[in-house]
């Protein structure tokens, strides 16, 4: 097997090692030594800016330095300015770690002992100092290193003991030895716990990385899957999301660590319910308008404490209802065009001989009200041989044929023959801040059809209010940028449990209706790349609106 495994979703190199392999990458980037080096560098400051410290302030008789003073002072005073410079040494990083770790402990093997001999030598007690500074210089440099480092350390304590014994001052040879001993114990002793510090800072490093491949795999996956996720926390701000869900709900900047309110209102009330709900399905589903109203958002809430704790963070699943009703409906449009397919022949047969007697009567008619009243016949007649038309259209899933349409014009030509043909008074059905200048792209007479079963509907609920008024407003404000065309009305409105319901098939609370009529509209739209939606209108009333095809994207439709 490999040394190296790798794994390059980012174009990064994950590193898969044996332990004679980690042990080596520890050795070619020894973080820890120079940690090492770094703090036992510090205490070297300390312990030479303390002597000085305390010669200077012992008066007359300094516990320290007694035998011969200048040498003390001059070897503290250099000793304290080498810790000084090394400092500045391992925060550059000039050279090797190893070099500067040798350079050290050669240094302070000579400062100690040439301070152990201007005191009392072994009596004074500086020989300890010996031990911490060999200790921790063993767990640093290379594997021969510490015994030669101890053996110099002893020679050196050994030898300032003999010179003290020549210029007459009592020498302690037994403490000297068991001094040495004791070094020269800490160095070989010492040697296989920095072995062991080596690789457990090579593994951990070799985690890191893992860790870290690891998150950017869990991104990777994330961003590219085809559903849209959103993670919150128990705070409900989010966590990680991908680009799919950030464009369903409208987001037009990064959302990580934002609150879900600020996001989308409508999910954080819904998740607010939720978490007080204890008895709350613990995978509940909602539905909700995306932030421009331009997309149906099916969110799925998944609690991820293993308890199912809704306080703690949550995975939210959103889904586009228009892909997800448009696999739905197969069966139900399938079973329409069956249905459109054996009663056409039956319908047309009836509406082409009503048209046909209708210009038979033109003809003969005397009066300008039977004319008046053949010629509503032969329209309508038209009319329902087209729709027919749609339908089987609709139900085979033929392409449509879409035109770009100045929308204003198209409106008002509209809302005259809508007028004139339902005989409304002046003003109960008005164009509402309609732009000049928004072009649309559309099946003409596929936007004939759902405008005029929009506005017929709103006409009949409205009558029963007592009053009719209907606005048609269209704008292309959204924040992807859609036109969108709405048709707005003062009824009572549709109850919010049955408001998905009115889009189905054969759906209807009115008696005489089909159910048809909103159904095929919305299947309209979305032959023409558009979306049909309903919104509860403030203050009462109902707003259907129409959100065409993306304008950008015109030139890749055609």
Known sequence: MSDFARF???GKLTLRQNREALLTRAADEPDIAWRVLATLNVFRLLIAASLLLLFFAGGDTP?????????FTATAGAWLMFAVVFGIGVHQRVVASNVLAVAAILADIVAVAILMYTSDGISSGLGGLLVV??????LVVPARIPAIVAAVATFLILGQELLASVRGFDPNYPGAGLLSAIIFAMALALRPLARRIEMSEALARQRGVDLQNL????????QHLRESIVVIDGEDRVRLSNASAAQLLGATESMRGKPVAKIS?????????????PAASSHPEITLVSGDHGVRITAHLAPLAKDHDHSGPALIFLEDSSLLNARVQQSKLASLGRLSASIAHEIRNPVGAMSHAAQLLAETAASEDDRRLTEIIRTHSSRVSHIIDNVLQLSRRESSRPERLQLRPWLEEF?????????LQEGELSLDQVPPDIEVR????HLRQV???????????????????????????LLQGRPYLEVRDHGHGVDPATAEKIFEPFYTERSGGTGLGLYISRELCELNRATLIYLDRPGGGSIFRIVFADPSRWDSQD
């Open 8 to 10: 390059g979703l980012t």
């Open 63 to 71: 516990p320290f330095g007694g035998r011969q003073v200048p040498l």
């Open 133 to 138: 500074f060999v200790g921790a210089g063993s």
């Open 215 to 222: 998150s950017e795999l869990n991104e990777y996956i994330v």
């Open 265 to 277: 209102p409508p999910l954080s009330e819904y998740i607010d319910r939720w978490r007080k709900d």
């Open 415 to 423: 809302a005259r023959e809508f007028t004139r043909t339902l005989e």
């Open 442 to 445: 559309m099946d003409p007479s």
């Open 451 to 477: 405008l005029w079963n929009l506005c017929d509907n709103a006409v009949k609920y409205a009558s029963e209010t007592g009053g009719i008024l209907v606005e048609l407003h269209a704008s292309s404000a």
